[in-house]
């Protein structure tokens, strides 16, 4: 029905999950057909984008299990400044040294490991930038550090790669335990 299903596997009551999802909206319009904050007056209305809906068994005390569906809406609050929730955004940076370090392991694999030190430092330096952020910080200067890691060596070594593969998987399932049991 226009929608997407996405499969997050296993969900624990100990080990919440964190879904970032970016909505591609038209522009907010005032009744008169306006752009919402036309002529320099504020604007703060609300505004329904979608709708999410988590559904799974749940393990129940006496050991049944019953389906449950949770629905939960997202509203926007209309504006005419952008706005920037440094929280999504931190996480948003996370979720791309991530990606950063998947790159970095496939350019290892095709022997460009200056290539891969320099997605390694790219990643860093936008996590770096984002102000008052402890975990962004955290990634940063891991990703710096493997950067540094693969320079020193000319590459990866097993020892790295693993760690590499468990932090990206760790960074792309919301699992901050994993991020501090895996940190150098």
């Known amino acids: 029905d226009g929608g997407v299903a ?64 949770v629905s939960l809406p997202i509203r926007l609050k209309v504006g005419n400044a952008p706005r920037v929730d440094a929280e999504v955004q931190a996480t948003a940076m996370i979720l791309a040294g991530a990606r950063a370090r998947d790159e970095a392991l496939e350019r290892q694999a095709h022997g460009d490991w200056q290539g891969a030190a320099g997605v390694l430092r790219e990643a860093s330096h936008v996590l770096h930038s984002l102000d008052d952020s402890p975990a962004a910080d955290l990634e940063a200067r891991d990703l710096d550090l493997m950067a540094q890691r693969v320079e020193e060596h000319a590459g990866f070594d097993a020892l790295d790669m693993k760690y590499m593969k468990q932090r990206a998987w760790d960074s792309r399932r919301s699992r901050e335990a994993g991020k501090e049991r895996y940190s150098r």
């Open 6 to 69: 996405i499969q997050v596997g296993d969900l624990y009551a100990k080990e919440p999950r964190l879904a970032l999802v970016e909505f591609l909206l038209p522009p907010a319009n005032d009744p008169d057909g306006a752009p919402a904050g036309a002529l320099g007056e504020e604007r703060h209305e609300e505004r329904d984008v979608a709708r999410i809906e988590v559904a799974g068994h749940v393990v129940q005390p006496g050991g049944g299990v019953e389906h449950r569906v």
